[in-house]
């Protein structure tokens, strides 16, 4: 999101941070202040929903920098399972009881019906124009998917659907015969999102800022933080922004982009890591870059082996690797290492507590775990970064500059005080059976690019 007020320059020089109120860039802002919604943190921290109404109808809906449709589940919906597509109870699905009714302003799109498949599971239904308002601001007839089938993607009751915050590129509309839920990331047909929009018809400047909260370790819901179009979220800041550049990925496959070679994720270029232990000892730095793609749905930050596997073994007392899951377990106590991700000229921190998850069954663990673990990121030399940093800066995302913007933010005022709505959706807690403490890994692009590229005769790069 854009920043809103003007840089402020302290008179003797010693304002190293501001709240809310600095450009980090020098464009200017004609909107004299930006449009912000407070978050609700679910699955204890994990998920971050924002309010949205649809049609009249107000619904908490997953915020995901890491898709781009909007869809919300409409009444009387149809949940299946996962892995045989068997109609289960519908609040099995774990989504709010708030679902979507036809308005009088809804238009179904002819030709056309939504598609789409995370790691977490699938959605499909009508794609429609309906009226949508997001902090404050309307737009009438907006392209957006309501939903009637879905997998359990819910957040135990809190959110009805998803906000998607990525490029048109990733966009989930299909022509009304594509029914196969297999092949959800073929024959897309890319349209604008509900930001790109906003800003088509001069609503915001081209730019939205995230600001995560953090939940304490055992809160299953709380304050989750600030979303905001055209200006920055009010959490104090460093006055001082780093900017890189969104890149287009290469090695995705065109088909999972709507046959364009262009952006789609908001992705860029780690260029060192540090790391060391949480007390005393040198701080080692790799300076290997490496590519990676941010993604709000994403509780887990998938890094090269070569950096997750120390930093794991770091922990005191070390994390431990967990077979069939490729990720590692944790004591929920374990002094945490020291872990930094530079990214343009920057080197922004982590919290300890940030590295640590909490799943409801009260077993802990480490939020950082090896690309390589995911055999696609490996293929495609992809990482990605998620919720752990987000919770340690501003974010900004300017899909007019093409850029991404960090600040790293101060301790002072997120953490659990703050107002919130109430919802998210879409990336399951991991849960660890009783008897073998095993996790159920979710990565909510591996079956996506599993299928697109190993998919005989249908890889176009």
Not at 139 to 167: C, E, F, H, R, W
Not at 217 to 245: D, E, I, M, W
Request: hydrophobic residues 35%; charged residues 15%; glycine residues 10%.
């Amino acid at each position: 999101m854009s920043p809103s007020k003007s840089l402020l320059i302290g008179a003797i020089g010693l304002l190293a941070s501001v709240e809310a109120s600095t450009i980090p860039n020098s464009r200017s802002n004609q909107h004299k202040s930006g449009y912000t919604s407070s978050l609700i943190a679910t699955q204890f921290g994990m998920v971050f929903d924002a309010p949205v109404t649809i049609g009249n109808q107000s619904f908490q809906l997953l915020v995901d920098t890491g898709s781009s449709d909007t869809y919300v589940m409409q009444d009387g919906f149809t949940c299946i399972d996962s892995t045989e597509n068997m109609v289960i109870p519908q609040d099995e699905c774990l989504y709010s009881n708030k679902t979507y009714h036809k308005s009088r302003s809804h238009r179904h799109v002819p030709g056309e019906m939504f598609g789409i498949e995370y790691g977490a599971g699938i959605a499909s239904g009508e794609m429609a124009y309906e009226d949508v308002s997001l902090n404050g601001l309307s737009v009438k007839g907006q392209k957006v998917a309501i939903a009637n089938v879905s997998t359990p993607m819910g957040d135990k009751g809190v959110n009805s659907g998803l906000l998607g915050l990525a490029y048109p590129a990733l966009s989930s509309a299909h022509p009304a015969n594509h029914t196969n839920n297999e092949t959800y990331w073929y024959d897309r047909m890319a349209y604008d999102p509900v930001l790109f929009t906003m800003q088509q018809n001069g609503l915001i400047d081209p730019y939205f800022s995230l600001a995560l909260a953090r939940t304490p370790q055992n809160a299953s819901r709380g304050f989750g933080g600030y979303l905001t179009l055209g200006g920055l979220p009010p959490v104090k800041h460093s006055s001082k922004f780093s900017s890189v550049p969104v890149k287009i990925l290469d090695s995705i496959p065109k088909n999972i982009t709507s046959g364009l070679h262009a952006r789609a994720y908001w992705a860029s270029t780690v260029s060192s890591v540090s790391y060391g232990p949480s007390s005393g000892g040198k701080l080692k730095t790799n300076s290997t870059s490496f590519k990676f793609f941010l993604d709000s749905g994403n509780y887990i930050q998938y890094l090269p082996s070569a950096i997750a596997n120390p930093i794991n073994d770091l922990f005191d007392p070390p994390a431990k690797y967990v077979e069939g899951y490729e990720g590692f377990v944790v004591d929920c106590s374990a002094k945490t290492p020291k872990f930094g991700l530079t990214l343009g000229n920057q080197t922004f921190f982590h919290n300890g507590r940030d590295l640590i998850y909490q799943t409801d069954d009260g077993t802990c663990i480490s939020n950082i775990a090896p690309s390589e673990s995911v055999p696609l990121l490996k293929q495609l030399d992809i990482n990605i970064l998620g919720v752990p940093f987000l919770k340690n800066v501003v974010a900004v995302f300017d899909f007019g500059e093409n850029e991404m913007r960090f600040a790293k933010r101060l301790e002072s005022n997120m953490t659990t005080s703050g107002s919130s709505g109430s919802s998210g959706s879409a990336t399951p807690t991991p849960s660890f059976s009783s008897g073998t403490k095993s996790i159920q890994k979710i990565s909510w692009i591996e079956t996506v690019l599993a299928s697109a590229v190993f998919a005989a005769g249908t890889m176009v790069f």
